[in-house]
């Protein structure tokens, strides 16, 4: 079985590998949207994977972490492409959220997106 729960959060950065000139060089920002999936079995007692509740309160840690920040100034977050945003996520969500299985970064303005199923998965 998997469920899941979104998450939006708006941030600036820079592309530093980006080339000489590229708008993406320069500071900037997006709205992000990020859907954090787990799969696991259902509690035959809960009828449940995960209370949503305990899942909203993980994602609420790294939720205050992100937004509304510079994504460069954050360790591990030097050059802050989706894939690294993602990859980011993972590590830092996996060991609260052992269930983790998929997430997904959207950015709907650019109509782009990234998913990842994790290190096991590439």
Known sequence: MRIYK???FDAAHFLP???EGHPNRRVHGHSF????WLDGKVNKDTGLVRHFEQFQHEIER???EIDHHMLNEIDGL???TLEN???WLWKRMKPAL???CRIEL???SCHEGCIYDGPDSV
């Open 98 to 100: 052992p269930e983790l």
């Open 62 to 64: 790294f939720h205050a």
């Open 85 to 87: 945003i993602t990859m």
């Open 6 to 8: 979104e998450f939006h």
């Open 33 to 36: 949207r990020a859907v954090i």
């Open 106 to 108: 959207h950015r709907a």
């Open 17 to 19: 590998t980006a080339p």
């Open 78 to 80: 030097e050059n802050p």
